[in-house]
Structure formats: structure tokens, C-alpha cells
């Protein structure tokens, strides 16, 4: 059964670094996509950083690039995102999640079947 588990989250002031982690169990990585969205207090759900585990494919999108990164640990099979840069519109819940179609969608949730549990980032001086 897939599993995910979200860790990693806290307070930070701005301009400070996190590192998010997801844990993965019961799949096959090279059959799925991988997503870290947020979501922050009355907003919709947002996709920041993709990663295709067959290729290595990755895609950010533009609120987050060139501050956040994804990467894979092969022998833990956990994924994470570096966030570097932090600013207080960062603040979010963070969720990691599959879809089996090995795409980036960072614009549709719906599209993900398997969801981590979500880990509290608050950007605050």
C-alpha cells in the first residue's frame, strides 16, 4: 500500500532555509510523479516542485524558482525540497504527493492519488 509521510516543517524568519522530507513506501518509485504542494489559510492548493523518478525530470514553478529545489535520496526512497530564501508568503502547509502518470501537473491536485499527511512551514520574523 502506498504510503507517505511528510516531516520537516517549523518556524523560520525570512530569508532562512528549511528542508522538507517525504518518505515513500509500498510503490514503485519509477511508476509515479512526484509533487510537493501547499496550501496556505484560504487559498487554493498550489504545486511548487516536481520530480519524475524514470528520467529525473523536475519542474518548479516560478514562485519558487531558483529558491526551492527537489531532490531524491535512491536509498531511502525519501524525495525532498530544499527551500532556500524563505519569505512570510511561503507560510503553508506542505504536502507531498504521487500520480501514476510519470508528469509534472503542478496545476491539478486532482490528478494525484496518494497524499502525505502535511507538515507546517511558517515564514515569520
Known amino acids: 500500500q502506498v504510503h507517505l509521510v511528510d516531516s520537516g516543517g517549523g518556524l523560520v524568519q525570512p530569508g532562512g532555509s528549511l528542508r522538507l522530507s517525504c518518505a515513500t513506501s509500498?510503490?514503485?518509485?519509477?511508476?509515479?510523479?512526484i509533487t510537493w504542494f501547499r496550501q496556505a489559510p484560504g487559498k487554493e492548493r498550489e504545486g511548487v516542485s516536481c520530480?519524475?523518478?524514470?528520467?529525473?525530470?523536475?519542474e518548479d514553478a516560478d514562485s519558487v524558482k531558483g529558491r526551492f529545489s527537489i531532490a531524491r535520496n535512491n536509498a531511502e526512497n525519501t524525495v525532498y525540497l530544499q527551500m532556500n530564501g524563505l519569505k512570510p508568503e511561503d507560510t503553508a502547509v506542505y504536502y507531498c504527493?504521487?500520480?501514476?502518470?510519470?508528469?509534472?501537473?503542478?496545476?491539478?491536485?486532482?490528478?494525484?492519488?496518494?497524499w502525505g499527511q502535511g507538515t507546517q512551514v511558517t515564514v515569520s520574523s
Open positions: 504527493a504521487v500520480n501514476p502518470y510519470r508528469l509534472c501537473v503542478l496545476s491539478d491536485p486532482q490528478v494525484y492519488d496518494y
Open positions: 509500498g510503490f514503485t518509485l519509477e511508476d509515479y510523479a
Open positions: 520530480l519524475v523518478f524514470r528520467n529525473g525530470l523536475t
